[in-house]
């Protein structure tokens, strides 16, 4: 009696806890990959998107800055993999356009167009990221960058994409 009387409580627990990544979100279907054309394959990809110089990075809970991005999964586009994760981490619905780089851990980083639609910023995974936000390129030096190198090589590639 006693054996069961400890689990009920933990049944409970869990039971509640479901429900609260129910309501707020945590467990949610991403819209559908926007994404048309040719299908490339990576074992994980990302979006890079700007927006009046500012890109779209997510702080994980170590503090730890970057693109939005994660692993793919079975047979599933390395394009249709950036648009998940970037919903999963922010939010919004983007549109991977352009692959910007593919970097020596497999992972491929896609230009990401924003559209009216998209809506607002929304972690919808609060076990991977802390925050999701807009950063200035002035501010790329001030953050702590989840690779090494990562954010001059972000801003010499935005750098690169607006020279004349």
């Excluded at 409970?12 to 299908?39: E, F």
């Excluded at 793919?72 to 922010?90: D, K, L």
């Excluded at 972690?123 to 989840?146: I, K």
Aim: net charge positive.
């Amino acid at each position: 009696m006693t054996s069961l009387k400890r689990r009920i409580p933990r049944v409970k627990v869990y039971c509640a806890l479901v429900g609260c990544l129910l309501l707020a979100g945590c467990i949610s279907t991403p819209p559908p990959c926007p994404y048309q054309g040719p299908p490339d394959v990576a074992p994980s990809a990302g979006c890079l998107a700007v927006i009046h110089g500012r890109i779209l990075v997510v702080r994980n809970p170590e503090g730890k800055v970057g693109p939005p991005g994660g692993g793919a999964r079975a047979s599933e586009p390395a394009q249709c993999t950036a648009h998940r994760e970037t919903f999963e981490e922010t939010g919004l619905d983007l549109l991977p356009r352009q692959l910007l780089r593919t970097f020596d851990s497999g992972f491929n980083l896609y230009y990401c167009e924003i559209h009216s639609g998209s809506g607002a910023i929304q972690p919808r995974s609060f076990f991977e990221v802390q925050r999701a936000y807009w950063l200035p390129m002035e501010d790329f030096g001030g953050v702590d960058w989840r690779f090494a190198g990562q954010g001059q090589e972000l801003e010499r590639m935005l750098r690169a994409a607006t020279a004349p």
